[in-house]
């Protein structure tokens, strides 16, 4: 299993980020329970969908700046399709 070695503050930025979108899920499961207004959980919702899309964005610019350049500096081939298989995945 392939592994990123990701440094201690960036590490923190990162689980930061993610507390972050779990206390808006937290959040969204209140108003739920207290039969919230649709469209205030809606916009909740969509700015959850904006904190993932951030976070995973930040993500995958770190994994082509460190594990793809480094795959490609040891001549792994393989990073090429596994970054064009992200981008589908994210794409979709």
């Known amino acids: 299993m392939k592994k990123t ?4 503050e960036e590490k923190k930025k990162d689980l930061s980020r993610l507390n972050r979108i779990i ?10 329970n207290n039969d919230a207004y649709c469209n205030d959980v809606l916009i909740q919702l969509s700015a959850v969908s904006n ?7 930040h993500i ?13 500096q040891k001549g792994d081939e ?3 399709e596994e970054i064009i298989s992200l981008f589908k995945k994210f794409n979709k």
């Open 78 to 80: 393989e990073v090429i």
């Open 5 to 8: 070695y990701r440094t201690e």
């Open 60 to 72: 995958l610019e770190n994994h082509l700046y460190t594990c793809i350049t480094d795959g490609l």
């Open 23 to 32: 206390g808006q899920l937290e959040g969204i499961k209140r108003m739920i």
């Open 51 to 57: 904190s993932v899309k951030s976070l995973s964005n």
